[in-house]
């Protein structure tokens, strides 16, 4: 831990009991926060990725050669089109 969290940990600690005990439950709570977001893009990119799994199985796409990919994202970084124009 930092020493930054040492200190803040120290003058929690020195908190009486009930303000210790809602601290504790804030950051519990902000814990289970990150969880549900990290699940939340977790399961929106197994959607996803299931999703474009179809289309190449059910012969609705051909997909995109890596390296044809790879250039077009670059340029586009490059360019400063950072998400990419999907009409290429």
Do not use: K, Y
Not at 25 to 40: F, K
Not at 42 to 62: K, N, Y
């Amino acid at each position: 831990m930092t020493d930054h969290g040492n200190t803040v940990l120290r003058e929690a600690l020195a908190l009486p009991a009930d303000q210790r005990a809602q601290v504790a439950a804030d950051l519990l709570a902000s814990l289970d926060e990150e969880r549900e977001r990290a699940g939340e893009v977790t399961s929106s990119w197994a959607v996803e990725i299931e999703r474009r799994a179809r289309q190449v199985l059910d012969g609705q796409s051909s997909g995109e050669d890596w390296d044809m990919a790879r250039d077009r994202i670059a340029g586009s970084c490059v360019a400063g089109d950072v998400a990419g124009d999907a009409s290429r």
